[in-house]
């Protein structure tokens, strides 16, 4: 097994709120190793943008923010270092993409001063030697002449190669991890695939690890390795990408299994009942108790935790205690 | 940009055409003549007939227009029907004290009010933020010309620290100058800071909630860094808007100052030339009042333009 | 409506304004009752009397009583502020309605007349417009709704080019619904909500202009009571009696600072967009 890149541990991020505390995650663990994508899957209000915001720090720093658990950083504990330190972090070992291309570049400035501002303030490099990595990782997303698209300002550029110069700026320093957050929602359907294929051919280069948020389960079999599927700030399963697809565990992950469609198929597409529970007052037993077809006694009064069922494939819910006892 | 400039600039030309044509039309509507005023109690028809054939008040007002746009434009904007003085010449004796005045307002202004509005944006809900509103709000309702009184009655007569009106070039005794010109200056640019504070705050809060703020933070940038690379210029941008109106209050408001701390300004020249109804002179003042803000809208515009990349390509 | 005036509630400032306006309307409409003195009744054994029990805010250069005149001033303040926003509502408003809804030429001059008007500051516009008409109460107002009326009109003529192309505008017109009915009927309501901002800031406007005009002393007549008059009057006694000039201010400044966070709460309870900003 390669190296674990990052470690969260029984992770908690709650919100004071006037209306009570809102626990938009709630005891999320998983691992990513070295080259390793993983996705986390779910809709949305269900705790994956949060958890990864808390990973990169910029959650937890306001005083109605309560973050608990452990972050490992290449086994380095970083939940409680100074914010000067997880600051230094930021952007130069873990680097996050943000949903909407169209916002996440600073108008005022060209596109090549925000991509070399990260070897300037990472890496103490000169001016003339960032803009250089800044040509460098316009050419490497795939952006066409690149000397010259180097000093156009974000509203010269289209939504798809601003999100690649988003990417090249993210890659900047080389992180360890990356943190795609929805990286291709706002773009067409022909600017996703190219996008997701960047992804793909960068990580394979630079054996980045990388987490992408999603809430599409194609984009999921598409780039990924593996997967956690989140519900209301809990993570419900985790598998690699086949056995998830192929042997889905959890009612909640079936139900998201059977709403995309599949080209041939003459099935019905069925959609999950409901609306995931309100965070201020989350049900006591399982989250997904009020939604699920398989519901019993036992799914009320207590919360099923996320245990391994084989090899591997994990899952948070007493059906499959059931099923085990059963044989 | 240059495109832009260009034609920035004729989009002003109607609008000094049309200044000019209110200049001259709005003054011939005032009641009682210039040369009812001159000759007073010794008004007679004849005399008054002689004089007007003189100044060439007797031609048709479309004829006397474009005599006088003919001649302004050359640079002749006639004499004071009172003082004989060229209104040019006037004019410029008194630019200088309105100059400074405005300039010493746009400066304390801006020095107070760009630093106290972001402060407050970024320690939003704190007591600075809420000290700061309040001041703001303050800033804007206090009248300037009752500022200017209190400022007198305390700082003047009370504690003697200023004189309390009149004035000393600049050139003479800088020193000097400086006292009689501060409290004048305060006064006038109050409000002004108070407007530009509250919408460097409003504009800031909203550029601190912008994606590219929360990818900067992302990218690893200091504090520092965030406000002021990565915000300052972005919040900037509504406010310059601003401050060019904010000139134009600087411009209208000093007539008001000028008056309350004597200081010989083209605002007081322009209460004279209206109390006295001196036609030439008062078409001096307003033409120059108005062309003069149109003027700094449009360098304002310009540099709204260079701070805009989207404007700027 | 229920939620604009829930939002409004909240706003603890807005709440203040409204009733600091309250008590100026009360004192404006019963002045006679409530003034402790005649306002215009000299007495010449009581000049320049310093605050003390008899006269609250102390007495002017000819021993009238200040608070007294203060209160009488509120109903000068208050009556240029009603007529003189009134003006620019209805001479802006029609011009910027005409402008947004007719487009073409009309619009084209309109706009011209709105940017030349811009480019005079207020005060010295009003300066100018009053060496026209003479020094009176009446022509102050008209001055002052001069001054004013391109900020009405800038304001109408936008929020109709906003709602003009929207659906149910178009429907009336096609079922021959004529322009005058689709002004009264579908534009004049949408465009309410930022005129209702405007009017109220305008009144804070309308005040100061008043005072500053008066205190020039090219504003109302010179034995209105008005605050712009008491200031021009205290200025001349300020070595004496700094009370002279210091009450007036104090009223024109709050019934100002009302307008404006009375405006400031509209703005934010009409506004959906900064809802929950605060939150």
Redesign the interface.
């Known amino acids: 097994m390669k190296e674990v890149v990052l470690e969260v541990k029984n992770l908690k991020t709650h919100f004071r709120t ?1 209306k009570g505390i809102v626990k938009a995650v709630d005891g999320v663990s998983f691992k990513v190793h070295k080259g390793e994508t993983f996705a986390l899957v779910g809709e949305s209000g269900c705790g994956k943008s949060v958890t990864c915001m808390t990973i ?1 720090g ?1 959650i937890g720093r306001k005083k109605n923010e309560v973050v608990e658990g452990d972050i490992f950083f290449k086994g380095r504990n970083i939940t409680n270092i100074s914010k000067e330190e997880r ?6 070992n873990m ?2 993409i ?1 949903q ?1 291309p169209m ?7 060209t596109v090549g001063t925000q991509i070399a ?2 070897p300037i ?2 890496e103490g490099k000169s001016q003339s030697k960032a803009k250089e990595i800044a040509v460098n990782m316009l050419k490497k997303v795939g952006i066409p002449s690149p000397d010259k698209r180097v000093d156009e ?1 974000p ?2 550029f289209s939504g798809g190669m601003r999100q690649r110069g ?1 990417i090249g ?1 993210s890659l900047a320093c080389n992180p360890e991890l990356l943190i795609a957050d929805e990286p291709t929602t706002a773009l067409d359907v022909t600017i996703q695939a190219q996008i997701l294929e960047l992804l793909r051919k960068l990580k394979e280069d630079t054996e980045s690890a990388i987490i992408m948020i999603t809430h599409d389960l194609g984009v999921v079999a598409e780039v990924s390795d593996s997967v956690g599927v989140m519900y209301a700030g809990t993570l419900v399963e985790k598998a690699l990408v086949k056995e998830l697809f192929k042997k889905p565990l959890h009612p909640y992950t079936k139900g998201l299994l059977k709403s995309i469609p599949k080209p041939g198929s003459k099935e019905r597409l069925t959609i999950i009942e409901g609306q995931p529970p309100d965070l201020h007052n989350a049900p006591k037993g399982c989250k997904f108790y009020p939604r699920c077809s398989y519901a019993m006694d036992k799914c009320r009064e207590e919360m099923p935790k996320l245990i391994e069922i084989e090899n591997g494939h994990k899952a948070a819910c007493w059906l499959n205690e059931v099923n085990k006892n059963g044989k | 940009m240059l495109k832009y400039v260009v034609k920035r600039i004729l989009m002003a030309i109607p609008i000094l055409i049309g200044i000019s044509v209110i200049a001259f039309f709005l003054i011939r509507l005032v009641p009682g003549d210039t040369v009812t005023a001159l000759l007073g109690v010794n008004y007679n028809e004849e005399q008054a007939l002689i004089l007007r054939a003189k100044y060439g008040l007797d031609k048709p007002l479309v004829v006397q227009y474009f005599i006088w746009l003919k001649n302004v434009v050359a640079g002749d904007f006639g004499n004071s029907f009172f003082t004989k003085e060229p209104v040019l010449s006037a004019i410029a004796d008194r630019l200088p004290v309105t100059l400074q005045l405005m300039f010493m307002s746009f400066l304390y202004s801006i020095f107070i009010a760009i630093p106290l509005g972001t402060i407050a944006a970024i320690k939003r809900n704190s007591a600075i933020d809420y000290g700061a509103s309040f001041l703001g709000l303050l800033g804007v309702s206090v009248p300037n010309f009752w500022l200017g009184t209190l400022f007198i009655l305390f700082f003047s007569l009370n504690l003697k620290w200023f004189p309390s009106g009149g004035f000393i070039s600049f050139l003479e005794d800088p020193v000097q100058n400086l006292r009689y010109m501060i409290m004048p200056s305060v006064a006038l640019g109050t409000a002004v800071g108070a407007v530009v504070m509250r919408m460097t705050r409003s504009s800031m809060l909203e550029v601190l909630g912008q994606d590219y703020i929360k990818m900067a933070e992302a990218k690893g940038v200091t504090d520092r860094r965030l406000i002021f690379n990565h915000a300052l210029k972005n919040s900037f941008i509504p406010v310059v808007t601003v401050l060019g109106i904010q000139m134009g209050y600087l411009l209208g408001g000093s007539v008001v100052i000028e008056k309350i701390f004597s200081l010989p300004g083209v605002g007081q020249l322009s209460l004279q030339a209206i109390t006295n109804r001196d036609y030439a002179l008062m078409q001096g003042c307003i033409l120059l009042v108005a062309s003069g803000f149109v003027i700094i809208n449009l360098l304002v515009d310009i540099i709204y333009a260079f701070l805009n990349p989207k404007i700027r390509y | 409506m229920g939620e604009i005036w829930y939002r409004f509630r909240k706003n603890k400032l807005a709440l203040f304004g409204f009733s600091v306006l309250l008590v100026f309307i009360i004192l404006a409409l019963a002045a006679p009752i409530i003034a402790p003195y005649d306002p215009f009744q000299m007495s010449t054994g009581e000049t320049l009397q310093s605050p003390n029990s008899a006269h609250i805010f102390g007495t002017d250069q000819f021993g009238r009583d200040i608070l007294s005149r203060i209160i009488h001033g509120t109903r000068i303040s208050f009556k240029v502020g009603i007529i003189s926003v009134g003006i620019s509502l209805v001479v802006g408003v029609a011009m910027g309605i005409c402008a947004g809804y007719f487009g073409g030429w009309i619009d084209i001059i309109i706009s011209r007349i709105i940017d030349i008007m811009f480019s005079f500051p207020d005060i010295f516009l009003a300066l100018v417009i009053m060496a026209i008409l003479g020094t009176s109460l009446t022509n102050v107002m008209i001055a002052i709704g001069i001054v004013y009326t391109p900020i009405f009109a800038r304001i109408a003529r936008g929020s109709t080019l906003t709602v003009k192309d929207n659906a149910y505008i178009e429907a009336a017109r096609s079922i021959g619904v004529g322009d005058l009915m689709t002004i009264i009927r579908h534009i004049l309501p949408n465009i309410l909500a930022p005129l209702i901002v405007q009017i109220t800031l305008s009144f804070g406007f309308a005040i100061r202009s008043e005072a500053a005009l008066s205190f020039l002393g090219l504003g109302v007549e010179p034995d209105v009571p008005s605050w712009g008059i008491m200031l021009n009057e205290g200025k001349d006694w300020m070595e004496l009696a700094w009370w002279v000039s210091v009450f007036p201010g104090l009223a024109a400044t709050l019934a100002i600072l009302s307008f404006n966070v009375l405006g400031d709460g509209l703005r934010d309870a009409l506004d959906p967009k900064l809802k929950n900003e605060s939150e």
Do not use: A, C
């Open positions: 006037r990169m910029l600051r230094k972090l930021r952007g130069k680097s996050i943000f909407d916002t996440s570049l600073n108008p005022v400035y501002e990260m303030i990472h300002y509203h010269q988003v700026m």
